[in-house]
């Protein structure tokens, strides 16, 4: 599903995005907005909670730089939703490596 990603640009299903986006198994694509940038808290992952996943992959940026809150891994956690956090390059393979299930991908697209 997800094609390529690069510094400032992901390519999904042979789309172009250059802002951070939130990524369904079912091939919808949102543009994420995180209240803080760079830190991400329970507010920002509430609407993927509301779709009920199995799984959410939460790309950090190229170099990592984006952080996520303890109180939002515990939210996502107490869901009974597996959690993958990982620089972005990574977090990207890890979605597609998963896209069989219920899964959304987060995904911070610079730093």
Do not use: Q
């Amino acid at each position: 599903m997800i094609d390529e990603y690069h510094f400032g640009e992901i390519i999904i299903n042979g789309k172009d995005y250059n802002f951070d986006v939130e990524v369904r198994w079912t091939g919808e694509v949102l543009k994420w907005w995180r209240k803080e940038g760079h830190l991400i808290d329970v507010e920002d992952v509430k609407r993927a909670l509301s779709v009920e996943p199995e799984m959410i992959v939460i790309g950090t940026g190229e170099m990592g730089v984006a952080k996520v809150k303890e109180e939002t891994k515990k939210e996502i956690i107490s869901k009974c939703i597996e959690l993958k956090i990982a620089k972005t390059g990574e977090a990207v393979k890890i979605f597609n490596e998963n896209e069989a299930k219920r899964i959304v991908g987060l995904f911070h697209l610079t730093c």
